[in-house]
């Protein structure tokens, strides 16, 4: 297989997804290149053609661009389940997985994502979850009580989970959350103080 082989399987894959060609899109959703498995799978999402079981491979997949791509169609995909990817062992992943339940609204998440809110080692799955949670704060039987407590406790983390929190914060009216909000609007971030202040309309330096 040389290189040139390559490109032309992935340049087909694209194309099939602007010419309508689905069956060459599926065709290729099998092919020993990662990256032409990745853009077929894209090609035949845009299609609406991508079925539930090949999604479901394509989670599985041993490429990480092509977990990371499955997961991001995943989130229009509700009857495919993906809370299991915020365990992924590659942290590009398990990012993408908190961002697709929390466009998903999957209120069944909210513990998994607290956990991973307060626990992962990589910051952007942190801020991630944190961002999903706020989301879900919002959706009607969220465990609201468990996303509050997550949330209090993400304003200790790095600036830009505590510029998530604040956001997710402010759709409640616990008392604890309001003085919450409050107390951004002095800290010691300036993107912080800048979001707290939007969102109470005071001014801040």
Same mark, same amino acid.
């Given at each position: ?6 490109? @032309? ?76 990817y915020l365990q ?33 080692l990589d910051d ?11 989301a879900l704060a ?64 005071? @001014?801040?330096?």
């Amino acid at each position: 297989m040389t290189e040139d082989d390559i490109r @032309v399987r992935r340049i087909n894959a694209a194309l099939a997804g602007h010419r309508g060609e689905a069956s060459r899109a599926r065709d290729l959703l099998v092919d020993p290149d990662a990256t032409t498995r990745r853009i077929a799978l894209g090609a035949l999402e845009r299609l609406k053609g991508l079925t539930a079981g090949e999604l479901r491979v394509a989670l599985d997949d041993s490429n990480v661009s092509v977990r990371r791509r499955a997961v991001e169609i995943a989130a229009q995909r509700p009857e495919v389940k993906i809370d299991s990817y915020l365990q992924d062992p590659d942290a590009s992943v398990a990012d993408m997985a908190a961002f697709s339940l929390g466009e998903r609204e999957e209120i069944a998440a909210v513990n998994e994502l607290a956990k991973m809110a307060s626990e992962h080692l990589d910051d952007l799955c942190r801020e991630s979850a944190v961002a999903a949670l706020g989301a879900l704060a919002a959706t009607e039987g969220a465990d609201r009580p468990a996303i509050l407590i997550c949330l209090l406790n993400a304003m200790s983390d790095r600036a830009q989970i505590r510029r998530r929190a604040v956001l997710g914060l402010f759709q409640f009216e616990e008392p604890e959350a309001q003085q919450a909000v409050e107390a951004a609007l002095i800290d010691k971030d300036r993107q912080v103080r800048a979001v707290a202040s939007e969102l109470l309309g005071v @001014v801040s330096d």
